[in-house]
Antibody, heavy 123, light 108 residues
Framework: QVQLQESGPGLVKPSQTLSLTCTVSGDSINDSGSYWSWIRQPAGKRLEWIGRIYPTESTDYNPSLKSRVTISIDTSKSQFSLKLSSVTAADTAVYYC???????????????WGQGTLVTVSS | SYELTQPPSVSVSPGQTARITCSGDALPKKFAYWYQQKSGQAPVMVVYEDNKRPSGIPERFSGSSSGTVATLTITGAQVEDDADYYCYSTDSSGIHRVFGGGTKLTVL
């Protein structure tokens, strides 16, 4: 059974950088068929895809966040990470990591998700 | 930027059929996926690639897609189906992932 677990500070000050890590177990993060994604959800609002990384370190980002986002991967630790810079209160959300797999020519499925971690941006 | 549009809410009585729509310009060429999210929990996929059901998902959940509209149908909705439902797809580039605004399904 694939499991993902988010970790990182639950409180970040405005203008600082939000940093989260997702630890993967039950699957090889090197699996060439899988992408590793970050998704967030402000309270009462829709899910928002932040971006994804492939084991080769190739990345794709949401255009609306691209200037502030960096996703990286450490295959030796079976982890991938999110950094979001210059945060504001609008970045307060539950942040999920997820596996994206079983890709067709046009899309993939988010088939496994972490439980989510609440990050609050406040001074 | 690309958007997927869902009705904010749908309400049915137990045993009735619930239908939730998702509109998007790229849906004729891109698959739709549906996720169920109960309060305080991570989303769970209930339909993938327009009309396929993952193992473990009850048969009452089904999906379809025609033109720019994808539809999630719950035939004989149960009280435990009361949740938020999100459609998901990609934009025309196939790279950027987009979720719909979510539909609150009330089964009461």
């Amino acid at each position: 059974q694939v499991q993902l677990q988010e970790s990182g500070p639950g409180l970040v000050k405005p203008s600082q950088t939000l940093s989260l890590t997702c630890t993967v177990s039950g699957d090889s993060i090197n699996d060439s068929g899988s992408y590793w994604s970050w998704i967030r959800q402000p309270a009462g609002k829709r899910l928002e895809w932040i971006g994804r990384i492939y084991p080769t370190e190739s990345t794709d980002y949401n255009p609306s966040l691209k200037s502030r986002v960096t996703i990286s991967i450490d295959t030796s630790k079976s982890q991938f990470s999110l950094k979001l810079s210059s945060v504001t209160a609008a970045d307060t959300a539950v942040y999920y990591c997820a596996r994206e797999a079983y890709c067709t020519t046009t899309s993939c499925r988010f088939d496994y998700w972490g439980q989510g971690t609440l990050v609050t941006v406040s001074s | 930027s690309y958007e997927l549009t869902q009705p904010p809410s749908v309400s049915v009585s137990p045993g009735q059929t619930a239908r939730i729509t998702c509109s998007g310009d790229a849906l004729p060429k891109k698959f739709a996926y549906w996720y169920q999210q109960k309060s305080g929990q991570a989303p769970v996929m209930v339909v993938y690639e327009d009309n396929k059901r993952p193992s473990g998902i009850p048969e009452r959940f089904s999906g379809s897609s025609s033109g720019t509209v994808a539809t999630l149908t719950i035939t004989g909705a149960q009280v435990e189906d009361d949740a938020d439902y999100y459609c998901y797809s990609t934009d025309s580039s196939g790279i950027h992932r987009v979720f719909g605004g979510g539909t609150k399904l009330t089964v009461l």
